[in-house]
């Protein structure tokens, strides 16, 4: 437990004491200055003599300014408190809430903390970008667990979550949300329970989502609850990476990550990390899993496809062999479709966009057994050659707050069909309940979302089975039903 005293009411300030005797946990007494980012404005003999007591009272760590160490040890003395200090730990600190440091200056600051009488070197800086938690990373792994060294901020927050995977001596959490301390705090309880923070050690096996933003992903928490149930050592955490996606890729894996989840806006530039690409991935251009083979080789997937396509297949004997397919968007989802549609055997696929031109250029991309339409033209059935055995809706529309709306005129379903909606938000949107009031099968976007979640964990765990109803039960949790 850390009793900032400098972020105590005013009133209760004089009185921090009080709450020693009530912890069952050690403590670490902190006063920071408002020249290092704290609240304290008190002259400095003042500030620390509030150190100075909590020596006397004998807590187990005090965490000093590195620039106030030297009047810290002065005062010690002056008061009769043998320095170095006998009983207690000191933590020297030095923190930038502005700018990352280099790797040079860390290990500069980290000497210079040492031979002030540190035993324990503290070291905080703001993340840019999301490689600046490598800095920290390799100052953790060199400092043979006498340090705490961090990356503030969304871009930095997995550095707080897998510090003891680099054997940190310890990471900051907030009591509860919205009481963090520091920028990208996690909560307690979220570091336990969502990030199984107890089971990562220096050999725990790391996997993650990387994209931009991550904070809302259901992954996490799939992910977890699988590795949990089934006993998979590893843990499973968000990475936010706005940019250098590939060069981020190759550090992160060889940082302790054996694999990763891709979402937007890094499905295509992280393909240019990859050693390897699966066949349809290729074709479709666009990934969002990473493995690692045990060589240390880096193979891209596309999971999205296989997850729907799996889904719809099961509603026929035979699969979409030989099936009419017709593929509404023609976005990163309906380009996944409507190639996983052509490589599991579908005879023909038309592709329906608002925009005209980008159905017919998806169409020349899929070869000469596709084609492109607008969705004006699907909705006044122009042409009437429309005549289909599945549609798959992967536009946005139909996705809450607008649940009202559907993608197509909803007299284009045909009895029989399968539709698909990749749209999960709400389970049953428009279009789904369009679709069942005409007598077609259907098929939710839940069932892509927890079938892409559960194909990454095959890759990945080769040696388990997937445990598809419980990483099921996680998201109908979240999504409230
Ligand atoms: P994207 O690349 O931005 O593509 C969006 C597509 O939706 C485009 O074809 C776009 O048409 C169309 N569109 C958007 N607003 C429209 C409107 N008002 N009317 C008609 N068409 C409209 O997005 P994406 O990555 O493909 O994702 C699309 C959807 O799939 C999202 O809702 C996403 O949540 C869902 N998804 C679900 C899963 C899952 O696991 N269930 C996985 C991936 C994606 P234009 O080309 O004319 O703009």
């Keep these: ?119 324990i070197c503290k070291i905080a800086m703001m993340a840019k970008s999301a490689l600046d938690n490598m800095v920290v990373f390799d100052a953790l792994a060199g400092a043979n667990g006498d340090a705490i060294v961090l990356a503030m901020g969304d871009l930095g927050q997995v550095s707080r979550i897998i510090a003891p995977k680099f054997g940190a001596y310890l990471t900051f959490a907030s009591v509860a949300q919205g009481v963090e301390s520091a920028p990208g705090q996690v909560d307690i309880a979220t570091l336990l329970k969502m990030y199984r923070f107890r089971s990562i050690s220096r050999d725990t096996p790391l996997y993650g989502v990387i994209g931009d933003p991550v904070s809302h992903s259901m992954s996490p928490a799939v992910h977890n609850a699988a590795m949990d149930l089934v006993g998979a050592k590893g843990a499973y955490v968000p990475l936010r990476v706005k940019d250098d996606f590939a060069l981020f890729v190759r550090e992160i894996l060889s940082h302790g990550f054996e694999g990763l989840s891709v979402t937007i806006p890094g499905k295509v530039p992280v393909i240019e990390a990859m050693d390897e690409m699966d066949d349809v991935a290729r074709q479709i251009g ?97 042409g009437g050659h429309y005549e289909y055995d599945v549609l798959m809706n992967s536009t946005s529309v139909g996705m809450h707050p607008n649940e ?4 197509i005129e909803p007299e284009r379903l045909i009895e029989g069909i399968v539709v698909f909606d990749a749209v999960y938000n709400p389970l049953r ?53």
């Design 1 to 119: 437990m850390e009793i900032r005293v400098d972020l105590l009411d005013s009133s209760e300030q004089p009185q921090w004491h009080r709450l020693l005797p009530d912890l069952s946990l050690p403590a670490i007494v902190t006063n920071r200055p408002a020249w290092e980012g704290g609240a304290s404005t008190d002259p400095e003999p003042q500030r620390l003599s509030v150190l100075i007591e909590a020596v006397r009272q004998g807590v187990s760590h005090v965490d000093v300014e590195l620039k106030a160490a030297s009047e810290f040890a002065e005062l010690c003395r002056a008061s009769s408190i043998p320095f170095p200090l006998q009983n207690t730990k000191l933590i020297l600190s030095h923190h930038d809430f502005e700018n990352p440091l280099s790797a040079d200056r860390v290990s500069d600051l980290m000497e210079q903390m040492r031979r002030a009488g540190a035993n």
């Design 286 to 382: 666009a990934m969002n899993t990473v493995v690692k083979s045990t060589d240390g080789r880096l193979k891209g997937y596309n999971t999205d496809w296989v997850a729907a396509i799996s889904a719809v297949e099961e509603k026929f004997d035979n699969g979409l062999k030989d099936k009419r397919v017709v593929c509404v968007g023609a976005g990163g989802a309906g380009r996944a479709l409507a190639f996983g549609a052509l490589a599991r055997g579908a005879s023909h696929v038309t592709i329906i966009n608002r925009s005209e031109n980008k159905a017919i250029a998806l169409a020349k991309d899929l070869g000469e057994r596709a084609s492109g339409s607008s969705l004006q033209a699907f909705n006044d059935n122009l």
């Design 404 to 407: 009202d709306n559907c993608p």
């Design 429 to 481: 949107t428009k279009l789904i309940q369009e679709a069942e009031k005409r007598g077609c099968v259907t098929v939710s976007g839940l069932e892509m979302f927890v079938r892409q979640a559960a194909e990454q964990f095959r890759l990945w765990f080769p040696e388990f089975d997937p445990p598809v109803s419980t990483m099921r039960e996680v998201v109908l949790k979240r999504l409230g039903a």
